[in-house]
């Protein structure tokens, strides 16, 4: 748990239990009654969607541990590629992103995100 007023663009924080990125942040002034309140704009790192988080500034958020780690492309299925960890040699298979279709290929190596119990293929390591 961090406190919002200590957070930065490029960080991350929890919302509706997916883990995203900050893109924007902004503060007004206390008010009349109350604190000063912060506005966070964010987005999914696995599902992509925007979102806005309004809260005081005294708010305590949720911070993700977040892993980034290699794996090789083992095989590459349609719209999956079957990776293994260079690190545990773990096998599983992950949905190939849009804009890394045709590039991924067998023997490369890609960078994969890990959250909350869940991973993705980030980009092509090389």
Do not use: W
Request: hydrophobic share 40%; glycine share 8%.
């Amino acid at each position: 748990m961090v406190e919002i007023g200590k957070l930065k663009k490029g960080r991350f924080i929890i919302v509706d239990d997916e883990p995203c990125r900050i893109i924007n942040m902004s503060s007004s002034a206390p008010g009349k009654h109350g604190h000063a309140k912060y506005k966070v704009d964010v987005i999914g790192i696995f599902d992509g969607h925007k979102r806005t988080v309004v809260k005081p500034s005294g708010a305590k958020v949720e911070v993700p541990i977040i892993e980034r780690s290699t794996a090789q492309v083992l095989a590459v299925m349609e719209n999956s590629a079957q990776l293994m960890d260079l690190s545990t040699y773990e096998t599983f298979e992950l949905p190939v992103p849009m804009e890394l279709r045709g590039e991924i290929k067998e023997g490369s190596e890609v960078v994969y995100i890990q959250a909350l119990g869940r991973r993705k293929i980030e980009q092509l390591k090389g």
